[in-house]
């Protein structure tokens, strides 16, 4: 206990900067008053500094106040509107004039639509919007075209750990301000299933599901059936990805539905 007490005092405000001027070349950079003053920090300072040093990654609030900027300079700057109606697939997606509004996309739109329309073509297609407009019928390229401009996408292809900027616009980004909405279109099965859910331990057959639910009912106690129906992609979410063969697992972005049949979204 001793010794305890000693390493303690040893090692107070007092001591602790005799030992550090002890050095040569530490006494000749710095004072007695430079050492202590440490001590006594300028929380004002630091408060500043605390601001100047906001996180610069990925920020929702940042990323959707961007888009708000960048849709009204756009159409501040826009000569005319275009309208593309989705349901003329064999003219090229222009308007007609038997077209819906229901059924068109405008160029000065409500932003919701947009965020909405680019969340889901970054599920159901690809996180690259030159990738998906390269591959897209010519009135879709049109439309995606459109929206790289007016929210001025950042679309190139990274280095292994380059950051992006606070500011800078991508596709995952975008659906990562609002995920609730891409669990909705999970649940609406509007995008591709990639997993087999039989393939995940645990999941039962319908078959198996039955009879597990008979037991139950009848007081039999044991592993309440999942009713875990697929998997589907979500590549800003990371879960385990289920194997069929044995060997190490590997993290891979799925999403499990249907394990909570009332979860509202």
């Known amino acids: 206990m001793a010794s305890v007490s000693r390493k303690s005092e040893m090692w107070n405000l007092t001591d602790t900067v005799s030992y550090l001027l002890d050095d040569e070349e530490i006494s000749a950079g710095l004072t007695r008053e430079d050492l202590t003053s440490l001590h006594n920090p300028d929380l004002g300072f630091l408060q500043v500094l605390r601001g100047a040093l906001e996180y610069q990654g990925f920020n929702p609030k940042a990323i959707l106040r961007e888009m708000i900027r960048r849709r009204n300079a756009f159409i501040a700057a826009q000569k005319e509107e ?71 996408i950042n679309d190139e292809t990274r280095k292994s750990g380059t950051a992006l900027g606070v500011s800078d616009i991508t596709l995952p980004r975008i659906a990562g301000v609002m995920p609730a909405v891409a669990v909705k279109l999970f649940h609406a099965r509007l995008v591709k299933e990639t997993v087999p859910f039989l393939t995940i331990p645990g999941v039962k057959s319908n078959d198996d599901a039955s009879q597990e639910a008979d037991a139950d009912a009848a007081g039999s106690s044991g592993l309440k059936v999942s009713s875990i129906t697929h998997a589907i992609c979500c590549p800003f979410l990371p879960s385990l990805h289920p194997k069929a063969a044995k060997g190490p697992s590997h993290i891979h972005g799925i999403m499990l539905l249907d394990m909570f049949p009332n979860l509202e979204v």
């Open 82 to 152: 275009v309208i593309w109606d989705l349901t003329n697939k064999d003219g090229e997606f222009k308007q007609t004039p038997t077209s819906k509004a229901s059924d068109c996309i405008f160029s000065n739109g409500p932003l919701v639509k947009d965020i909405e329309l680019l969340i889901f073509m970054f599920l159901h297609r690809n996180n690259h919007i030159s990738k998906i407009i390269k591959k897209s019928l010519p009135g879709i390229a049109a439309i995606l075209e459109h929206l790289r401009e007016k929210y001025d």
